[in-house]
Every structure is written in C-alpha cells, then in structure tokens.
C-alpha cells in the first residue's frame, strides 16, 4: 500500500498568514494527488486534483504542487474562512490512501 | 448540482448487518465511480471502496478491511449505491461517506455527502 504523510499534523497561524502543508507519498504517485477540506462536524470538500488543478468555486488563494512523492498545498493569504483540517489523498492505485490530516488553529 | 444524500445508519451489535444507501442526483450517475468513505470518531478518512462506471461494468474494489464483509451495489433505475455491511466490528464504527467521481481515470472523491453515522457495540 502507498502510505502518505501528512506534516505539520497541526500548525496554528494568523488571518493573513502564508500557509503551506507537505504531503509524502511512499512511492512515486505521478500527479494522482487530491486535497480534501474538512470543517468540524461537515463532510470534506474536494479542493484541488491532479495535484494542482482548483477545483470550480475554491478561492485562488489555494494552490497545489509537486509530482511523483513530494506534494504541497499552500494557502498564499489565510482567510477565517480557511480555519479547518486539510487531507491529501492519492489516487494513482488500489488501495487509496489518505494522509493523516493537518489541523489548521488560529494563533 | 450534484447531490449525495445517504442512508440507514444506525446502532448494531457485533456480528449484525447494516445497508446504507446513497441517493444520487445532478449528474449522469452510470458514467462515474461512486466510492465510500469512512471516519471513525476523532480519527482520519479511510477509504472503503468502489463500484467503476458502467463503462468498466461496476466493477468493484474494497479495502483489505471491509473485503469479504462489505459489498457495494448500484441500482441504475433509482440512481442509487448501496454499502451492504455484514459481520460488523466495533472498529466499524464511523461516519460513512458517498462520494462520486469527477469522470475520468484514474479518479478522486470529486463530491461527498453529509454523511450517515454507523455504531457497532453491544
């Protein structure tokens, strides 16, 4: 199985803060690579797929980049909004794996 | 828009069954993978597994976890997925999530629903 890492588990930071969360794959993953939202109490919300493609309606202050085990998500202005928990996800074979999640606190 | 509204959690004990359904709406339902997802309490998200589209049959695809216990179907008629949950386990207990995919291959959890909570214990 391909075990991705998520890191900082959690990171606490500032409205206007840059923002930026590093996703390990285990092995070479291509650009199969999603990053999911998730507010306390909701169901996630898809962001961003093929590592760095915005899903329609999310904010341009998301990116996301890097290919084949090393991958990043980073939020360029941190809005109140953006206060939530951010998984990564692999899609590139069987089974599909998530990372174990970043808590993103206020400071 | 795409909607995906599941249900039929609940309580069940140890060695009982459980089927969860998703209705689906918004979106040509045959041609796109339906995968389920799941989040034990204050933990992260598993994945549980997958029918493909009517393109590669409905095929399915489990985690080693659910594989032989679990069993997802489709009902093209209703536009419905079904989780068929059989010998359940206290560590079976968690949200459970509908997704869809976004069309294409390979493919990701594009749109998830609000979720159905299942809680096994005695």
């Known amino acids: 199985d391909i075990q991705m890492t998520q890191s900082p588990s959690t990171l606490s930071a500032s409205v206007g803060d840059r923002v930026t969360i590093t996703c390990r794959a285990s092995?070479?993953?291509?650009?199969?690579l999603a990053w999911h939202q998730q507010k306390p109490g909701k169901a996630p919300k898809a962001l961003i797929y093929?590592?760095?493609n915005l899903e329609t309606g999310v904010p341009s202050r998301f990116s996301g980049s890097g290919s084949g085990t090393e991958f990043t998500l980073t939020i360029s202005s941190l809005q109140p909004d953006d206060f939530a928990s951010y998984y990564c996800?692999?899609?590139?074979?069987?089974?599909?794996?998530f990372g174990g999640g970043t808590k993103v606190e206020i400071k | 828009e795409v909607q995906l509204v599941e249900s039929g959690g609940g309580l069940v004990q140890p060695g009982g069954s459980l089927r969860l359904s998703c209705a689906a709406s918004g979106f040509t339902f045959p041609d796109h993978y339906m995968d389920w997802v799941r989040q034990a309490p204050g933990k992260g998200l598993e994945w549980v597994g997958r029918s493909k589209d009517r393109a590669e049959g409905y095929v399915t695809v489990y985690a080693a976890s659910v594989k032989g216990r679990f069993s997802i179907s489709r009902d093209e008629s209703k536009n419905s997925l079904s989780l068929q949950m059989n010998s359940l386990k206290t560590e079976d207990t968690a949200v459970y999530y509908c997704?869809?995919?976004?069309?294409?291959?390979?493919?990701?959890?594009?749109?998830w629903g609000q979720g159905t909570l299942v809680t096994v214990s005695p």
């Open positions: 997704t869809s995919g976004r069309g294409g291959y390979p493919d990701y959890f594009n749109h």
């Open positions: 093929k590592a760095s």
């Open positions: 996800q692999h899609y590139y074979t069987y089974p599909l794996t």
């Open positions: 092995q070479n993953i291509d650009s199969w």
